[in-house]
């Protein structure tokens, strides 16, 4: 699957940002295990979401954040 992954990329740098290297090496993992091992969309925001949750880097709320969340619609 092929999508737009400028999300993915604002969400691990904010990570960064957020918990340091280590919170960002979680996150990356968790959306390359979403993406190639679970074969999930990481182009779309809500599973962005669920990913960082799941990996306790940001809740849902946070990264979907409406207009000034983290995400945006292509």
Do not use: W
């Amino acid at each position: 699957m092929i999508g737009h992954t400028t999300n993915a990329h604002r969400l691990c740098y904010k990570a960064a940002q957020v918990g340091g290297q280590d919170s960002q090496l979680k996150l990356i993992t968790a959306i390359f295990y979403a993406s190639m091992v679970d074969a999930k969309d990481i182009s779309d925001a809500k599973v962005l979401a669920e990913v960082a949750e799941s990996v306790g880097v940001m809740s849902e709320d946070e990264v979907r954040g409406g207009p000034s969340g983290l995400m945006t619609a292509y």
